[in-house]
């Protein structure tokens, strides 16, 4: 479709709001106010059982020598890492009591 620049500037500014005024994003049944309980009443309508919320896997670092979980305390990045690596002994690495 094919329309004079009158035209698209014209349909343009439509969509443009008046100064002033804050566009409303999320209305209806996805409405922070009300989200829950429309999802849950049209879960009942559709005879839907509810999925439970998954909690979001934690990603912990495990230590190499005791495979215990291990406590980030800083991070590096690669141009400040020495270039070869110690790995701790056993006996410095983790409590073994």
Do not use: W, Y
Not at 43 to 48: F, N, P, Q
Not at 53 to 71: E, G, R
Request: proline share 10%; hydrophobic share 40%; glycine share 2%.
């Amino acid at each position: 479709m094919t329309v004079s620049a009158d035209e698209f500037l014209r349909r343009f500014l439509i969509h443009v709001l008046p100064k002033g005024l804050v566009r409303i994003r999320h209305f209806g049944l996805f409405a922070n106010r009300k989200r829950s309980a429309s999802l849950l009443r049209c879960r009942l309508l559709l005879k839907v059982a509810a999925t439970p919320p998954q909690a979001p896997p934690t990603a912990q670092i495990k230590c190499p020598i005791c495979s215990k979980p291990m406590l980030v305390v800083e991070r590096f990045t690669s141009h400040l890492l020495p270039t070869v690596a110690a790995i701790p002994s056993p006996k410095t690495c983790c409590d073994s009591s």
